[in-house]
Structure formats: structure tokens, C-alpha cells
């Protein structure tokens, strides 16, 4: 299996550069046969890669790919963390998550990045589309004193770290849906996933996951309303300098967030609110609540304020969704 993935490996390594290359070419540098060069081809399309075959010239990639780089993401952010990169991983979340469960060398600020999930996780157990090479995919730990309490509000506070650093890359503006996710003119672009784990008024392990889109591949089918970063300007994209700005944006907002929670952040995430002052629904199964949407409070719940009576309602999380009201 190790073999099998290292070869799918060095075949996206040499069609990264978005030429075409022979599949006799690929044969003698793998030492394979060209049949077994043509069943690595049909792997690396299942993860999330178009490549096209032409008779004569050889694969493409559909477009050239930026691979991530460990030592240049190193480089570029200029902070002793711990960070490991894989090319292929479960979910990232999940990867950490193991990691703190069988061995004591994860400290804080302990970052995993991925060039692909295959079982990418999203907000209510939905599936985060996770192409090879074409997003960012990270992970990172945080111990807590203060039990599973600080896990609330925290995904509210990392997304405004998120969309700082979106905001650098971009000509428009990145905007916060309550409580997870950024959107960039109504459509999703990135998600923040926090898990916790410990007691709930003592240590406390968080593992938070973000989601960014970066360059969705054509052939990828989404059932929301969606957007990456590329579309949104004219600039080319390096994902190491992007996870290097988006790990910095992190640290300033864990910083506040450890201070005072929420109490001066609120405030920030309210400004950029992508559904302030409108009408909005918000559902939990069955039911449903209309209101006005105000932004949240310093403890991150969210205020809805009634068309006729005028009443506030705080909605606390769990498993909500929020839309705009039709």
C-alpha cells in the first residue's frame, strides 16, 4: 500500500507543472509497467484530480498544482510550532485526535496539514470536499486549564482569524455566518470545526479544524452555494504563504481569546456579520425561528430579534442551521 501511494506520489509531482507527460516516461522513472502506470492514473482521479490522457502526448493535470511545502511553511511563519504535513490523510481532525490519545508528544500549537482528506469532516457531520492539492486542510491542538467551557465561542473567534487572512488574498471581503463559516459574497468558502475533549471544569484538550478552499478542481460536486479564493482575484495563490499568514492570524486570535474569551472579539465578529440586520431563519430539526439577525453577545450566542413583538431570542448552538428568510 506504501509502495502504491508513493508512486501515485511522484506521478502528481511530475504532472504538477501542467504538462503533458508520456506515460512511457512515467513508466521508466517509476520502473513500472505502462498498464500499472494507467491503474495509478485511475487513483490519483478519485483524489479529486482531473487528469486528461491524449493519445500520442501522454497525462495533464487539468491546471498546474502548488504543492505545500513543509520547510518553506516553516520558513514563512517564523514560529518554533510543530508542523507535519501528509499528502493523503483521513481527516486531519481525526489524525490529531488519535495523536492525543496514544502518545504524549502533542503540545500546544501542534499543527497537521494535508494535501488531501478522504474523509474530510464538516459542522453536523457533513463532508468536506478535500481534492488533492487544491485547498488547505489543517489542523491544530490547544490545551485548556479551564475545562470544555472555552470551547464555546472559540469556532466564532477563529473565524475571524480566518477571514483576515482570506481578506489578504482577495479583492472583496470575507464575511461570518454564525457559528462556523465564511462566505465571500453569500457563498461558503471556508469552515472552522472545534472538538473537545477532557473535563469539563479542569484540562481540556481542543482540536480545531479549518477548511479554506483555495482552488476548487471542475470536477468536484458541492450541494451549497460555494466559492474559493482564486475566483476572487486576479492574483496566483501560493497555499505555503497562505498557511503561513492563516497559522499567524491564528496566533493573534488565540492570544485575545485566552485573555477574555469573547468579551472584546464579539464585537469584531459583529462587524463582520454576512447576515447583519437581515431576516433570517433559524432551524433545528422540525423547528424553526424567524427573526432579525443582531449578531451575537460575548458568549457567542446568537440574537434574533422578532419582527412584531420586537423580543430577543439568544440562540446557544448545537445543532442549528442558519439561513436567510425567503
Not at 466564532?156 to 482570506?166: D, E, K, W
Not at 469539563?200 to 458541492?222: K, Q, R
Not at 497559522?247 to 485575545?256: H, S, V
Amino acid at each position: 500500500m506504501r509502495a502504491e501511494t508513493d508512486a501515485k506520489l511522484i506521478i502528481i509531482k511530475e504532472l504538477s507543472r501542467g504538462q503533458f507527460v508520456s506515460g512511457q516516461a512515467l513508466a521508466e522513472l517509476l520502473n513500472l509497467s505502462r498498464t500499472a502506470v494507467a491503474k495509478h492514473i485511475k487513483g490519483i482521479n478519485t483524489l479529486g484530480l482531473e487528469v486528461f490522457s491524449v493519445k500520442g502526448k501522454g497525462y495533464r493535470l487539468a491546471e498546474p498544482l502548488s504543492l505545500l511545502n513543509e520547510e518553506k511553511i516553516r520558513h514563512l511563519y517564523r514560529h518554533n510550532s510543530t508542523i507535519t504535513l501528509h499528502h493523503v490523510i483521513d481527516s486531519t481532525n481525526a489524525h490529531l485526535i488519535r495523536m492525543l490519545r496514544e502518545t504524549n508528544e502533542v503540545s500546544d500549537g501542534y499543527t497537521v496539514i494535508s494535501e488531501c482528506q478522504t474523509h474530510g469532516r464538516g459542522r453536523r457531520g457533513r463532508e468536506w470536499a478535500s481534492p488533492y492539492g487544491s485547498h488547505v486542510y489543517l489542523s491544530r491542538y490547544y490545551q485548556s486549564q479551564d475545562g470544555l467551557s472555552e470551547a464555546a465561542g472559540l469556532s466564532l473567534a477563529l473565524g475571524i482569524a480566518v477571514s483576515n487572512c482570506i481578506n489578504q488574498f482577495i479583492e472583496g471581503t470575507a464575511k461570518l455566518k454564525w457559528p462556523n463559516d465564511v462566505l465571500i459574497n453569500d457563498k461558503k468558502v471556508a469552515g472552522v470545526l472545534v472538538e473537545a475533549e477532557g473535563q469539563s471544569d479542569g484540562l481540556c484538550h481542543l482540536v480545531i479544524g479549518i477548511g479554506v478552499n483555495i482552488n476548487m478542481p471542475n470536477n468536484i460536486e458541492i450541494d451549497q452555494p460555494w466559492t474559493d479564493v482564486k475566483s476572487n482575484t486576479n492574483s496566483n495563490i501560493d497555499r505555503n504563504e497562505f498557511v503561513a499568514r492563516l497559522l499567524r492570524e491564528i496566533d493573534k486570535i488565540m492570544i485575545t481569546f485566552k485573555q477574555n474569551r469573547l468579551e472584546t472579539l464579539y464585537s469584531v465578529w459583529n462587524e463582520m456579520n454576512a447576515y447583519e440586520g437581515l431576516l433570517v431563519t433559524l432551524s433545528s430539526g422540525k423547528e424553526q425561528k424567524q427573526g432579525k439577525c443582531l449578531g451575537i453577545d460575548d458568549t457567542g450566542s446568537l440574537m434574533l430579534e422578532d419582527e412584531l413583538t420586537k423580543r430577543i431570542f439568544k440562540a446557544y448552538g448545537g445543532e442549528l442551521s442558519l439561513r436567510k428568510a425567503r
